[in-house]
């Protein structure tokens, strides 16, 4: 079927291990983002990329890194887990087609041990 | 910069009643609204959205009209259901290409 998938979709984790958590759309949309959502902050921007091999900082960057190789897929990479950053994150795709409506995953649940 | 204000949760209410989750933004030109529902446990899921002035968006009997004048795009239904119960976000796309949400508004619906 069609759509974004996140994976995966629960994860633990120790403090300073790398983790990457990927994303992946099938409808081909340009503009991808991560998002993470915690108790008190709503969600928050991490990264966002207009096109493959362009991307571009959020309201919380600092500890992720991300890339887009290809149109599909935007991966977000956490370099060094700390407890902070025990989050759910959500990748999303925006469909400009449809008056900029924006589609989310499912959900990736983050623990950092 | 783009902003959205929702109210603060959580909203109890009992089954049938009428529901109303108010939401302002600020931006700048002509942005996109939107309002998303989040399940327990599940992601973000498009509610319903308006792409200009006095767009009406509907969806499984919730409605939201974008009010440029009043700069709102408050969330209705007439008669909630327990299934109804929730978080929901309000959001817009501005000239920052960006979806800024609001802190989200949980509903609680009582039998």
């Known amino acids: 079927d069609a759509g974004i998938t996140q994976s995966p979709r629960y994860k633990i984790t120790e403090t300073g291990r790398q983790v990457t958590l990927m994303c992946h759309q099938t409808?081909?949309?340009?503009?991808m983002f991560w998002y993470r959502q915690d108790l008190g902050h709503g969600l928050r921007l991490i990264y966002y990329s207009a096109a493959a091999d362009i991307t571009d900082k959020g309201e919380v960057p600092d500890g992720y890194v991300v890339s887009r190789s290809k149109t599909e897929n935007f991966p977000l990479t956490l370099e060094s887990a700390t407890r902070s950053q025990t989050s759910v994150y959500f990748c999303?795709?925006?469909?400009?087609?449809?008056?900029?409506?924006?589609?989310f995953g499912e959900g990736s649940w983050l623990t950092v041990v | 910069g783009d902003s959205v204000t929702q109210m603060e949760g959580p909203v109890t209410l009992s089954e049938e009643a009428f529901l109303t989750i108010n939401c302002t933004y600020t931006?700048?030109?002509?942005?996109?609204l939107f309002w998303y529902v989040q399940y327990p446990g599940e992601g973000l899921q498009l509610l319903l959205k308006?792409?200009?002035?006095?767009d009406k968006g509907s969806n499984k009997g919730f409605e939201a009209t974008y009010r440029k004048e009043t700069t709102s795009f408050h969330l209705e239904k007439g008669s909630v259901q327990v299934s109804d119960s929730a978080v929901y976000f309000c959001a817009l796309i501005g000239s920052s290409y960006k979806l800024i949400f609001g802190s989200g508004t949980r509903l609680l619906v009582r039998p």
């Open positions: 409808w081909s949309h340009s503009y």
């Open positions: 999303a795709s925006k469909d400009t087609n449809s008056g900029n409506t924006i589609y």
């Open positions: 308006a792409t200009k002035a006095d």
């Open positions: 931006a700048t030109g002509y942005p996109s």
